[in-house]
C-alpha cells in the first residue's frame, strides 16, 4: 500500500520569507511520481509542481521547488519569496504503477502581512 | 475547453435520501475519478474508471455508485444519503493510467442532516 505523511497541519510564515512544508511517502514501487496541490479558499485544486522519481534533479517552478530524498521517502515544498496569495492548503501526493492518486491529510500555510 | 464540470456545487439533503453528483469532461480523458475531503483527512479515491464500461472502486467505496457509459460522464450515486456522507466531492480526470496530470473540478458540497 502506498502512503503519503503530511507532519505539518499548519504552518506560518512571514510575507516575502521562506517556508519548507514536509511530506514522507511510502511505496514499494520503484517507478512512480510525487505532487504538491495547492487549494486556496475558492477550493479548487491545483498542481504546483510534480517531480518524476527516477529523475535526480530537483523540480523548480519559478518561487517553488522541492528538496526530494529517495532514499528517506521524502519530498519536501520550498516556497520563497511568499506572497499572500501562497496562503492555502497544501496537499501531498503519490502516484504509482496504478493510475491511483493518493494523497497527504494537508498542510495549511498562513501567510503574515 | 471547459474542463472538468460538476453540478451542483451546493446540495444539503435529507437522511435516506437519493442523489447523483454530475461530472462531466470535454477533453477525451479516459481516466476519471471520484474524491471526498473531508477536514484533516484530504482527499480519498471513493471510485475510478479508466474508461467508458469500467469501474473500479477506491479506498472509501460504500454508499456510492458508479456507471460510465460515455467517455465523458462519470456520474456519482448516492443510493441512500447517510450523515456520513456530509463532505466535498471531487471529480477529476486525465488522459490515461501514464498521465501525470489529474484535472480536477471545482468540487460539491454535500451536507446530509
Known amino acids: 500500500a502506498q502512503t503519503v505523511t503530511q507532519s505539518q497541519p499548519e504552518m506560518s510564515v512571514q510575507e516575502a520569507e521562506t517556508v519548507t512544508l514536509s511530506c514522507t511517502y511510502d511505496t514499494s514501487e520503484s517507478d512512480y511520481y510525487l505532487f504538491w496541490y495547492k487549494q486556496p479558499p475558492s477550493r479548487q485544486m491545483i498542481l504546483v509542481i510534480r517531480?518524476?522519481?527516477?529523475?535526480?534533479q530537483n523540480a523548480t517552478e519559478n518561487r517553488f521547488s522541492v528538496n526530494f530524498q529517495k532514499a528517506a521517502k521524502s519530498f519536501s515544498l520550498k516556497i520563497s519569496d511568499s506572497q499572500l496569495g501562497d496562503a492555502a492548503m497544501y496537499f501531498c501526493a503519490m502516484k504509482g504503477g496504478s493510475e491511483k492518486l493518493v494523497f497527504g491529510k494537508g498542510t495549511k500555510l498562513t501567510v503574515n502581512p | 475547453n471547459a474542463g472538468v464540470t460538476q453540478t451542483p456545487k451546493f446540495q444539503v439533503l435529507k437522511t435516506g435520501q437519493s442523489m447523483t453528483l454530475q461530472c462531466a469532461q470535454d477533453m477525451n480523458h479516459e481516466y476519471m475519478s471520484w474524491y471526498r475531503q473531508d477536514p484533516g483527512m484530504g482527499l480519498r479515491l471513493i471510485h475510478y474508471?479508466?474508461?467508458?464500461?469500467?469501474?473500479d472502486q477506491g479506498e472509501v467505496p460504500n454508499g456510492y455508485n458508479v456507471s460510465r457509459s460515455t467517455t465523458e460522464d462519470f456520474p456519482l450515486r448516492l443510493l441512500s444519503a447517510a450523515p456520513s456522507q456530509t463532505s466535498v466531492y471531487f471529480c477529476?480526470?486525465?488522459?490515461?493510467?501514464?498521465?501525470?496530470?489529474?484535472?480536477f473540478g471545482p468540487g460539491t458540497r454535500l451536507t446530509v442532516t
Open positions: 517531480q518524476e522519481a527516477y529523475k535526480q
Open positions: 477529476a480526470s486525465s488522459y490515461g493510467t501514464h498521465s501525470l496530470e489529474q484535472y
Open positions: 474508471s479508466v474508461g467508458a464500461g469500467i469501474t
